[in-house]
């Protein structure tokens, strides 16, 4: 088992540790009681883990108040659940000296941690992630939301959890292409902090793909040393923390268009590339990055361009993201015009354009005077999602 602490000074503990280890779910509960002690436990989980019977190994047979959100995923992902997980709560009369457990992935973590902070003017959330995202990436920093109808993440706050517990047998359940979309996040941090940890990853695809627990620690390691290190410095995204968004802008906006049929990580995929058009675009120096990523990222079977999305075998299922008919998607839209709207309405637009992270090198974001996230021209971004289009 392995422990990191992350540091996050604003809040009242002053920080919160984050554990790594191999079938720790069973007894957890027990280890939070310990932990965090006079607390009432209340579970979020959704209908997946309840399935794959993560809930039943958490609990041990114990009667735990649960919201399990259905169905799981990002359609769940709104006020209307974060309203009747809270109204579950109060019906089980607690009170401020509650702990909200959140077990599964980036839709109920996001949704618990947001429960917490306003359920009695706050109380604390401890993630328990059983997802590749999720455990690379959302279950740590505090970033708590929900979607509205038109964007994604659009109404949150930060809310810090006082402790993240992941356990990475419990990806073995996780279904393939849940599975290899939130490896994305990992390309992610490697690409904008570690270049060693990128070779790792590149040396590492097949036992990563048959998800041997060893490597996936160490994957989780990596993750959750960048990620705190990052939080540490800027909890509430005030400028560095924008760097976690490498690849998030123009993927929020893909992931938004397509209505969700294509998963975060398979868009954050999509927006890496983006990013390392605008890069070749505004003259960056080109140390043959763009291809190692998106090589890596082919290998892990991710998609790097929306065009062709859904007709090589990744990305979607049976549905051409291009031209969808209207039976398969009623409402998507993924078009350039819809794409640019989208843009402007990220939530680290300035005068409504967004700002882009990009790299300099491997490893190492691209700053100019003090700033983490670039201008980049409207036509250019035009530009370049008119040939992510193109297949
Ligand atoms: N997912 C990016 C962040 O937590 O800041």
Request: glycine share 10%; charged share 25%; hydrophobic share 40%.
């Amino acid at each position: 088992m392995n422990e990191i602490q992350v540091k996050v000074p604003a809040t009242p503990e002053g920080g919160y540790p984050i554990v790594i280890g191999t079938g720790i779910l069973s007894g957890l509960l027990e280890r939070i009681e310990r932990e965090i002690p006079n607390k009432a436990l209340f579970i979020v989980t959704d209908e997946s883990l309840a399935k794959a019977g993560h809930l039943a190994t958490l609990t041990g047979g114990r009667e735990v108040p649960s919201y399990v959100i259905r169905p799981a995923g990002e359609e769940s992902k709104h006020f209307g659940t974060l309203a009747a997980i809270l109204e579950a709560m109060e019906a089980h009369r607690l009170g401020r000296d509650t702990v909200v457990i959140g077990l599964g992935g980036g839709t109920v973590g996001d949704i618990a941690g947001f429960a917490a902070a306003v359920f009695k003017r706050g109380v604390p959330v401890v993630h328990i992630p059983t997802t590749t995202v999720a455990q690379a990436d959302s279950s740590i920093g505090g970033k708590t939301g929900v979607d509205s109808t038109q964007s994604k993440n659009a109404f949150g706050c930060f809310w810090h959890p006082a402790a993240v517990f992941i356990d990475t047998a419990t990806l073995a359940t996780l279904d393939e292409r849940q599975y290899r979309a939130g490896l994305a996040e990992s390309v992610k941090h490697a690409a904008i902090a570690n270049p060693e940890y990128f070779a790792f990853l590149e040396n590492h695809i097949d036992a990563i793909l048959r998800r041997d627990t060893d490597v996936l620690g160490t994957v989780a390691g990596y993750n959750c040393l960048i990620k705190a290190a990052v939080v540490e410095e800027d909890p509430t995204e005030k400028n560095k923390r924008r760097i976690l968004n490498y690849g998030h802008t123009v993927g929020h906006a893909v992931e938004s268009a397509s209505q969700y049929q294509l998963l975060h990580g398979e868009c954050v995929a999509i927006g890496m590339m983006a990013a390392g058009m605008l890069e070749r675009a505004m003259g960056l120096a080109d140390d043959g990055r763009m291809e190692r990523i998106e090589g890596l990222l082919k290998k892990l079977g991710l998609p790097t361009r929306i065009g062709g999305v859904g007709k090589d075998g990744v990305g979607i299922k049976k549905v051409d993201m291009v031209h969808p008919t209207s039976e398969q998607i009623p409402t998507c839209d993924m078009n350039i015009e819809h794409l640019l709207n989208l843009l402007t309405m990220d939530k680290k637009a300035v005068g409504k354009w967004p700002r882009f992270v990009l790299l300099e090198r491997l490893g190492q974001v691209y700053c100019r005077d003090g700033q983490w996230a670039a201008e980049v021209r409207p036509e250019v971004v035009k530009e370049v999602v008119s040939d992510l289009l193109k297949k």
